[in-house]
């Protein structure tokens, strides 16, 4: 059975940091793309970062450039967006998932190519 659980988040207050993980199982984990994704209140979902599993290539939006760092452990088979400096506005449900076919950049901007998907994980981050 394949599946993706996140598991870090919580409540912060502003600056803090958190660490959310992404455990995989199911599949072969080394020829995946791991994105992070999140959902604020209102608003639509948005790519945040993704890591190549393969070759470690790591892609971040703009937001969060120089704040967050994603990574993967192979032997693990998990996945962990570091996330620094947090703010209100980062206050979203994050999800993890995993695509076998995403093409680079794209998985940022792109959540269809995106084969499996974990339930989220609550960050709130207080003013």
């Known amino acids: 059975e394949v599946q993706l659980v996140e598991s870090g988040g919580g409540l912060v207050q502003a600056g803090g940091s958190l660490r959310l993980s992404c455990a995989a199982s199911g599949f072969t984990f080394d020829n995946y793309t791991i994105g992070w994704f999140r959902r604020a209140p209102g608003l639509e979902l948005e790519g945040v970062s993704c890591v190549s599993v393969s070759d470690g290539t790591e892609y971040y939006v703009d937001f969060v450039k120089g704040r967050f760092t994603v990574s993967s452990d192979n032997t693990k088979k998990t996945g962990f967006l570091q996330m620094n400096n947090l703010n209100p506005k980062d206050t979203a449900v994050y999800y993890c998932?995993?695509?076998?076919?995403?093409?680079?950049?794209?998985?940022?901007?792109?959540?269809?190519?995106?084969?499996?998907w974990g339930r989220g994980t609550q960050v709130t981050v207080s003013s």
């Open positions: 998932a995993a695509s076998s076919s995403v093409y680079r950049s794209s998985c940022l901007f792109d959540a269809g190519p995106y084969e499996h």
